[in-house]
C-alpha cells in the first residue's frame, strides 16, 4: 500500500522567507503526486500535481514542487512567504496504472505552516 | 464555474442514529469519492464509483454504504453512528480515469458531522 510521509506537522518561517514543506512517498513506481492546501474550516483545494512531464512543477499562489525520483520526494516550497500562506498543507499519493480506474488518494499526515509576521 | 455540491453542510446526530450524506458532482464528471477527515486527521479515502458502480474501495467501516445513482449524485448512509463518527466527510469527483492519464479529483466544501 501507498504510503507519504511528512517530515515536521508544524513549520513556522517569517513572512518573506522561503518556505520548503517536505513530502516523500513510498513505492517501487512513482505513483501521480499532488499538494493540497486546506484553510481552517474549508474544503481540499489544488496547489499543484506531477502527472507526467517536467518534474518542476509550478502550482497556484506561487507554490511549486520538484519530483525527485532518486529521493521518492515531491517536496513544496515558496520563495516568499506571505501571511495569506497560513493554512495546513497535505501531500497526497494516487497509484499509477496502465488501466482505468477511480482510485482514491492516500494522504499524508499534513503540516501546518505558521507564518511570523 | 460550477463545483461538487455537498448537503447539508452541517449535520448534528445523536448516537446509534443513521445519518445520509449527499452529494452532486461537477456537470459531465461520472466518478465520485468519498473522504472523511477527523478533528486535526488528514483525509482517508472510503470508496469511489464510476457509472454506478463501486471503483475502489478504502477503510470505510460496515456500518456505512454508498452509492451512486443515475444522475450521478451519490449518498453516503451511515449507520448506528458513533462518537468516533463525528468528522468532515469530503465529496470529489472527476472524469473517469482512462488508461495512462489522470483526472484531477474536485473537492466539495464538506459535510460537518457531529455525533453527540
Known amino acids: 500500500a501507498q504510503s507519504v510521509t511528512q517530515l515536521g506537522s508544524h513549520v513556522s518561517v517569517s513572512e518573506g522567507a522561503l518556505v520548503l514543506l517536505r513530502c516523500n512517498y513510498s513505492?517501487?513506481?512513482?505513483?501521480?503526486l499532488f499538494w493540497y492546501v486546506q484553510y481552517p474550516n474549508q474544503g481540499l483545494q489544488l496547489l499543484l500535481k506531477?502527472?507526467?512531464?517536467?518534474?518542476l512543477v509550478k502550482g497556484i499562489n506561487g507554490f511549486e514542487a520538484e519530483f525527485k525520483k532518486s529521493e521518492t520526494s515531491f517536496h513544496l516550497t515558496k520563495p516568499s512567504a506571505h501571511m495569506s500562506d497560513a493554512a495546513e498543507y497535505f501531500c497526497?499519493?494516487?497509484?499509477?496504472?496502465?488501466?482505468?480506474?477511480?482510485?482514491?488518494?492516500?494522504f499524508g499526515k499534513g503540516t501546518h505552516l505558521i507564518i511570523q509576521p | 464555474a460550477a463545483g461538487v455540491i455537498q448537503s447539508p453542510r452541517h449535520l448534528i446526530k445523536e448516537k446509534r442514529e443513521t445519518a445520509t450524506l449527499k452529494c452532486y458532482p461537477i456537470?459531465?464528471?461520472?466518478?465520485v469519492y468519498w473522504y472523511q477527515q477527523g478533528p486535526g486527521q488528514d483525509p482517508q479515502f472510503l470508496i469511489s464509483?464510476?457509472?454506478?458502480?463501486?471503483?475502489d474501495k478504502g477503510s470505510i467501516p460496515d456500518r456505512f454504504s454508498a452509492q451512486q445513482f443515475s444522475d450521478y449524485h451519490s449518498e453516503l448512509n451511515m449507520s448506528s453512528l458513533e462518537l468516533g463518527d463525528s468528522a468532515l466527510y469530503f465529496c470529489?469527483?472527476?472524469?473517469?480515469?482512462?488508461?495512462?492519464?489522470?483526472?484531477?479529483?474536485?473537492f466539495g466544501p464538506g459535510t460537518r458531522l457531529t455525533v453527540l
Open positions: 513505492s517501487s513506481v512513482p505513483p501521480y
Open positions: 506531477y502527472t507526467t512531464g517536467a518534474t
Open positions: 456537470p459531465r464528471h461520472d466518478t
Open positions: 497526497a499519493v494516487s497509484d499509477r496504472h496502465s488501466g482505468g480506474g477511480a482510485d482514491g488518494l492516500t
Open positions: 464509483f464510476y457509472e454506478k458502480m463501486q471503483s
Open positions: 470529489a469527483s472527476s472524469l473517469e480515469r482512462t488508461s495512462g492519464l489522470y483526472n484531477e479529483q474536485f
